[in-house]
């Protein structure tokens, strides 16, 4: 009667620690759950927030271009107007020079 009681008791202990546990395990597999979607979720959004700035940078470098594009063509008509500068200098230099060179043979002449 005792080991029939005994036996039935440990069984009775067993089951109950076993539905508990159970009923532990369950819960930790929920909130793990609960947290791998919530972890997908913020991935998916982080990924949408990179493709964002990915597009707003590849827009960036596009203007970028553009604008170097722009600064090259000012830097040479930049070159060609020096150069038309330094020959209207050399063209004025010799204009003088005449002038001068006529001014000394009218004096030369008065």
Same mark, same amino acid.
């Given at each position: ?31 793990? #759950?609960?947290?791998? &979607?919530?972890? %997908? =979720?913020?991935? /998916?959004?982080? +990924?949408?927030?990179? @493709? ?34 330094? #020959?209207?200098?050399? &063209?004025?230099? %010799? =204009?003088?020079? /005449?002038?001068? +060179?006529?001014?000394? @043979? ?5």
């Amino acid at each position: 009667m005792f080991f029939e009681w005994s036996l039935l008791s440990f069984v009775t202990l067993a089951a109950i620690f076993l539905f508990v546990k159970m009923f532990y395990f369950k819960n930790i597999t929920y909130k793990e #759950q609960k947290s791998n &979607e919530l972890m %997908k =979720l913020t991935l /998916k959004e982080a +990924e949408i927030l990179i @493709r964002k700035y990915q597009i707003q940078l590849q827009r960036s470098l596009g203007n970028v271009d553009i604008l170097t594009d722009e600064l090259n063509k000012l830097r040479n008509e930049l070159k060609v107007l020096k150069q038309r500068n330094s #020959q209207h200098r050399v &063209e004025t230099d %010799k =204009l003088r020079s /005449k002038i001068k +060179e006529l001014e000394g @043979r009218i004096d030369a002449l008065l």
